[in-house]
């Protein structure tokens, strides 16, 4: 059974941090996509980080992202995170964690890809001005 239990949300002023974690069971988190996406209602669902678990572990980022967020994978714990940084009110959203099992580096730019098929819960980051 595939689980994904994201943690770490929660509400910070503009300008502050938090660092998001995604436990994956084992078989969706080897040599798999995982990455980050999140939603305010009424809005489209948005891409924001991906990592490739594999060798090479590459990542991606969404451009509104660049430069303050960072994803990171710990191996031993099959988890993924995201440190989140500089935050602004424009990031508050349910940020939810994603995996797919389809393979491949090429599927885990959550901007582009429509391959992920594993959902967390959500987890709610709220940025207040």
């Known amino acids: 059974q595939v689980q994904l239990v994201e943690s770490g949300g929660g509400s910070v002023q503009t300008g502050g941090s938090l660092r998001l974690s995604c436990a994956a069971s084992?078989?969706?988190?080897?040599?798999?996509?995982m990455g980050w996406f999140r939603q305010v209602p009424g809005k489209k669902r948005e891409g924001v980080a991906g990592?490739?678990?594999?060798?090479?572990?590459?990542?991606y980022y969404a451009d509104s992202v660049k430069g303050r967020f960072t994803i990171s994978q710990d191996n031993a714990k099959n988890t993924v995170y995201l440190q989140m940084n500089s935050l602004k009110p424009e990031d508050t959203a349910m940020y939810y964690c994603?995996?797919?099992?389809?393979?491949?580096?090429?599927?885990?730019?959550?901007?582009?890809?429509?391959?992920?098929?594993?959902w967390g819960q959500g987890t709610q980051v709220t940025v207040s001005s």
């Open positions: 990592i490739y678990t594999g060798a090479g572990s590459s990542t």
């Open positions: 994603a995996a797919t099992d389809y393979g491949g580096s090429w599927n885990c730019n959550p901007v582009s890809s429509d391959a992920y098929n594993y």
């Open positions: 084992e078989y969706i988190y080897s040599s798999n996509c």
